[in-house]
């Protein structure tokens, strides 16, 4: 990474109150990796190092605004791709144990052997459908943090993200700008699969200012047993 890039990075993760001086090596390293995966199959729409770092790196690290997140967590990230946010996050946070999840095999062997190369012990990838995981013991109410970002509507990823929340846990979802419509829809998504939205929180992004919002939802009570329903429906058919 050249220095007009680190000081970038500097600066995002200042503005956010994070402290990457430490890790600045290893998001280097992180950079070269993607950029290799890239190259090899495509990975990710970003090409540029400056878009990578604000678009992934930067916009990644947000997901720490609010101080959601507590020692020791269980982290599950639904809809990783290419290792987003669970890779940046995991380099600030080796406190969490991470759980990224996508139902593509080729985007988890990467971010397993990119964790594996960055030294990430606490990084443990899966492949898999939200739903499919869902159902599964192992998996069901098994998480205190669920995280994701850049997947689908909220209603959607609430139905997707409480089965697999513990109760008293928070999905942390990382979303664009966010209509009322989409809003109340989450909000009685939520209501159905036993929690409820406790925080709405608009922000711009360090140096771009693009709009991004923080919708954090707590799973107050069981999930019903009929949720999540079968693979593709909660896409094809959202709740509200
Ligand atoms: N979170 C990453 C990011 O911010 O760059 C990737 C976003 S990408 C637009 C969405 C990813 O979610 C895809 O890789 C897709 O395979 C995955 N995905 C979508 N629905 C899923 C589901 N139900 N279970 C597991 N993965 C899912």
């Known amino acids: 990474m050249n220095a007009r890039i680190l000081d970038l990075l500097r600066r995002g ?25 890239n190259a090899r199959f495509n990975l990710t729409a970003l090409k ?15 997901c720490l605004r609010g101080g959601y997140f507590t020692a020791s967590n ?7 791709g290419a290792g987003f946010p669970t890779l940046p996050l995991a380099l600030v946070r080796p406190d969490l144990r991470f759980t990224p999840v996508d139902s593509i095999r080729k985007k988890i062997g990467f971010v397993a052997e990119t964790a594996r190369a960055l ?15 869902g159902r599964q013991t192992e ?15 909220l209603p959607i990823l609430v ?39 406790q925080v709405v929180d608009p922000f711009g992004l360090p140096l771009s ?10 799973k107050l009570r069981p999930t019903p047993e009929k949720y999540p329903r079968r693979e593709g429906v909660p896409n094809a058919q959202p709740l509200f």
């Open 119 to 133: 030294g990430l012990d606490h990084v443990t990838p899966l492949v898999g459908r939200a739903e499919t995981l």
């Open 159 to 197: 139905e997707l993200a409480l089965p697999l929340l513990r109760e008293g846990g928070l999905l942390v979802a990382q979303k664009g700008p966010i209509g009322e419509d989409e809003l109340n829809a989450g909000r009685r998504a939520a209501g159905e699969l036993g929690g409820r939205v």
């Open 209 to 218: 200012g693009d709009a991004r919002t923080l919708v954090v939802v707590e």
């Open 48 to 62: 540029s190092e400056e878009d990578i770092v604000l678009k992934h790196f930067v916009d990644s690290l947000s």
């Open 13 to 37: 993760a200042d503005e956010l109150g994070v402290d990457v001086e430490a890790k600045l090596p290893q998001f280097g390293q992180l950079l070269e990796l993607l950029q290799q995966g």
């Open 74 to 80: 269980r982290v599950l990230d639904l809809g990783t």
């Open 139 to 153: 998996h069901r109410a098994a998480y205190d943090r669920v995280v994701v970002r850049a997947v689908a509507a």
